[in-house]
């Protein structure tokens, strides 16, 4: 069942923008990750939060976690045409069933 | 490179026709999972093998069935497409649950079927 839910449904921002997306889930987790896809292809994953980090980066993503809130979010620094894609959150609770966010379809503007 | 693989990318099958789609894998993970992605959804679980043992999803239809006769592929078949089945449907590995950085699952590029 999706536990996840992402806002905002739709980001568009200018290239070299940062894009921030949020994440909200409703029950305990183990970790929570972040994955990509590209129009009509499979899910890249991007970054995992276990819960209890805060922080997380890699590359040009800023991944936070507050476990309390119950909610995540997801920076994109320096945005590039390529990362023109839909971001999904997905929880993973205490077996191992990532279950998935609506996602945030983000388009970057040349 | 070590990679999950999806045949065929595009099925197209007439209502009520079983349909096959396919899986392989040579990352030799343990776990193989199938999920059903509609038109702007989340992707949807229905089902995974953990070696050899299958996990259905509890609302997961009848319709629905999976097989893996080995460590590399699974199969995902469709006894009788409904026009409400048209979806990509996406394969993902994972290594053995429990395991640190094993919870990253590994995407195939998906099979997107359309009903007639």
């Known amino acids: 069942s999706q536990q996840g839910e992402e806002d905002p449904q739709a980001l568009s921002i200018q290239e070299g923008e940062n894009a921030t997306m949020n994440c909200s889930y409703k029950?305990?987790?183990?970790?929570l990750q972040w994955y990509r896809q590209n129009s009509g292809r499979g899910l890249v994953h991007l970054i995992l939060i276990r819960s209890n980090e805060r922080e997380k980066h890699s590359g040009r993503l800023r991944v936070t976690l507050d476990t309390s809130k119950k909610s995540s979010s997801l920076l994109i620094t320096a945005s590039r045409a390529a990362d023109t894609a839909s971001y999904f959150c997905a929880t993973v609770d205490n077996d191992y069933k990532l279950s998935f966010g609506a996602g945030t379809t983000v388009t970057v503007r040349a | 490179d070590a990679m999950v693989i999806q045949n065929p990318r595009y099925q197209v099958t007439q209502f009520g026709k079983p349909v096959t789609l396919s899986c392989s894998q040579t990352l030799n993970h343990n776990v193989m999972y199938w999920y059903q992605q509609k038109s702007s959804q989340a992707p949807k679980l229905l089902f995974h093998y953990y070696d050899k043992d299958f996990n259905n999803e509890a609302d997961t239809p009848d319709n629905f069935q999976s097989r893996r006769p080995n460590t590399s592929f699974c199969f995902l078949d469709i006894r009788s497409p409904g026009l409400g089945d048209a979806a990509m449907y996406l394969c993902?590995?994972?290594?053995?649950?429990?395991?640190?950085?094993?919870?990253?699952?590994?995407f195939g590029p998906g099979t997107r079927l359309t009903v007639l």
């Open positions: 993902a590995t994972s290594r053995r649950p429990g395991l640190a950085s094993s919870d990253t699952q590994y």
């Open positions: 029950t305990s987790i183990n970790n």
